[in-house]
């Protein structure tokens, strides 16, 4: 048998198996499947990295809630009203010349969800959780990211329930971009580290 | 547990590896999967460190030969088990076949999406004055609980200096095993990467982890 068809058999295993779970928790009374249904829904529409980048795009902007936003992320993003799932634990971290910062999870796969949304498979896999504490540069060269050599690398692990997001540093040549233009510019990767904003279009 | 999920500084899982334009879900039952384990964990089957550390005592060649949600289904089932909410014949027969154990918060409904959706909170009361302060210099203790922790393998026995404190916040090591929240004060201890990695270290490279007071020792 070929890897690829062991591969599918293994997968619709997975699905059964996951089938016969539903069944047992539902005929048990412990959940209603609509209610699981919606938790999908609420992923899938009301979370992501589009919340993470008006924080960003706004921090950008305006002086006083980037400094809001340094010193108690959580109070600072709970003043915006539609991003307020965050809870009490979030911490936003700054980029500057002299320092990047890098979010990783060695343990299992923390990440904010309600800014960034659920977490690629990348940021969940051994090679990101492995390599990010021991030779982060070389991780950042992976994403085709080259640093001065003299910039420092911070890690942060999430070993606890605090989640960091990073702030990254305003592209050059974005003077009078409103928010949600600068909005359009932060990447999900620009937001735990493992990218920078992209650069903005040259004026047509 | 000194499993393979303390993952931090090891060697030879290769170049990271991002998917261009990935979607949510690879598959419907990832989906089934995550709002499974967020819907029991809310009705009060088990908490979010006995979810974890299930998840690490899988054997490591099943941890390591999974993929995300498969861990988490396998995690669950296991889980569910071991805490008389379903049992094996059933698993095996995929259906209910004796009565179902009552849920610390009773069934998850349509009306319980809301309140998952918002991050829960794990601050609570001092039981005592904090023992550390930001810029004193603490040792990772050298130490191997055989049960859930989050101080990773890679920082025990470093030194490193405290940088934040966040409160006292629920005691993973204690909350994985219901032996209650055991709240802990917790801080950002930040690490060269040289005292981490020797010599060959990135030396501009620095790596911080959240580590409880327990995890700690005077340096």
Known sequence: MSDHAHEHSELSETELRVRALETILTEKGYVDPAALDAIIQAYETKIGPHNGAQVVAKAWSDPAFRRALLEDASKAVSTLGHVSRVGDHLVAVENTPQRHNMVVCTLCSCYPWEMLGLPPVWYKAAPYRSRAVKDPRGVLADFGVTLPSETEIRVWDSTAETRFLVLPMRPAGTDGFSESELAELVTRDSMIGTGLPKAPRAPS | ?219
């Open chain 2, 1 to 219: 547990m000194n499993g393979v999920h303390d993952m931090g500084g090891m060697d030879g899982f290769g170049k990271v590896e991002p998917e261009p334009n990935e979607p949510m879900f690879h598959s419907e039952w990832e989906a089934r999967v995550l709002a499974m384990v967020r819907a029991m964990g809310a009705a009060g089957a088990f908490n979010i460190d006995a979810s974890r550390f299930y998840r690490e005592a899988l054997p490591p060649p099943v941890y390591l030969a999974s993929s995300y949600y498969q861990k988490w289904l396998l995690g669950l089932e296991d889980l569910l088990l071991d805490k008389g909410y379903v049992t094996v014949d059933e698993i095996a027969a995929g259906r209910a076949l004796s009565p179902p154990k009552p849920l610390g918060r009773g069934k998850f409904t349509l009306g319980d999406v809301e309140r998952i959706m918002v991050r829960g909170q794990f601050g609570r009361a001092a039981p005592a004055s904090a023992r550390f302060r930001p810029g004193d210099w603490v040792r990772a203790r050298n130490i191997h609980p055989r049960t859930h922790t989050r101080l990773p393998r890679y920082v025990r026995g470093h030194v490193g200096v405290v940088e934040r404190d966040h409160g006292c916040q629920v005691f993973p090591d204690s909350a994985a095993t219901d032996s209650g929240e055991n709240p802990q004060w917790l801080y950002t201890v930040v690490f060269d990467g040289s005292e981490l990695w020797g010599p060959d270290a990135d030396p501009r490279s620095k790596i911080s982890i959240d580590a409880f007071e327990p995890y700690l020792e005077p340096a």
